[in-house]
Antibody, heavy 119, light 107 residues
Framework: QVQLVESGGGLVKPGGSLRLSCGGS????????MSWIRQAPGKGLEWLSY????????YYTDSVKGRFTISRDNVKNSLFLQMNSLRADDTAVYFC????????????WGQGTLVTVSS | DIQMTQSPSSLSASVGDRVNITCRAS??????LSWYQQKAGKAPKVLIC???SLQSGVPARFSGSGSGTDFSLTISSLQPEDFATYYC?????????FGQGTKVEIK
């Protein structure tokens, strides 16, 4: 069955860095685009970044552009989010999600990993 | 960026009620609109894609409609397991954007 499992969250000081990982299984990872989406405590969903199936096309939302970097390793069935210059308002649960090209929607999501930015 | 305005932000309803949630896009997004249900502490789950296409396994009491800028999600007869927060998402252009969410609570 399809599974997405995030890891790498934790407590980090403002200005620090963290690298999130998302491992995919139960499907051909290289056939799907992937995205990162986050949810601050008690708040709504915020789309962060997209990477195409091959990794050749990438997009970010403005709030993370220049600070976060999305990447993937299709051999290791893994998605990554390198987060630098972290701020308190980056505190959130971070989800990875699998995208369907046909219909442009997210059909599977990971369970999320909590990132807390605090001194 | 395309703004998605979702309403209402919350509603109280009873089991068996018909519930309607709307999303308005700041510009035309054709039918690049999906709906998600999120329960507390869980990941979102897709209900509808392409504005009106019901995902496999989702009960038929859920339906979606609309195109262009105005969309709606309807629950024809609210069930106890439907109490959750619902989000729309536009995928017409990047950055993709979610609506603010609609919390459906028990009356």
């Amino acid at each position: 069955q399809v599974q997405l499992v995030e890891s790498g969250g934790g407590l980090v000081k403002p200005g620090g860095s963290l690298r999130l990982s998302c491992g995919g299984s139960g499907f051909t990872f290289s056939d799907y685009y992937m995205s990162w989406i986050r949810q601050a405590p008690g708040k709504g969903l915020e789309w962060l970044s997209y990477i195409s199936s091959s990794g050749s096309t990438i997009y970010y939302t403005d709030s993370v552009k220049g600070r976060f970097t999305i990447s993937r390793d299709n051999v290791k069935n893994s998605l990554f989010l390198q987060m630098n210059s972290l701020r308190a308002d980056d505190t959130a649960v971070y989800f990875c999600a699998r995208g369907q090209y046909s219909g442009s929607f997210y059909d599977y999501w990971g369970q999320g990993t909590l990132v807390t930015v605090s001194s | 960026d395309i703004q998605m305005t979702q309403s209402p932000s919350s509603l109280s309803a009873s089991v068996g009620d018909r519930v309607n949630i709307t999303c308005r896009a700041s510009q035309s997004i054709d039918t690049y609109l999906s709906w998600y249900q999120q329960k507390a502490g869980k990941a979102p789950k897709v209900l509808i894609c392409a504005a009106s296409s019901l995902q496999s396994g989702v009960p038929a009491r859920f339906s979606g409609s609309g195109s262009g800028t105005d969309f709606s999600l309807t629950i024809s007869s609210l069930q106890p397991e439907d109490f959750a927060t619902y989000y729309c998402l536009q995928s017409y252009s990047f950055p993709e954007t979610f609506g603010q969410g609609t919390k459906v609570e028990i009356k």
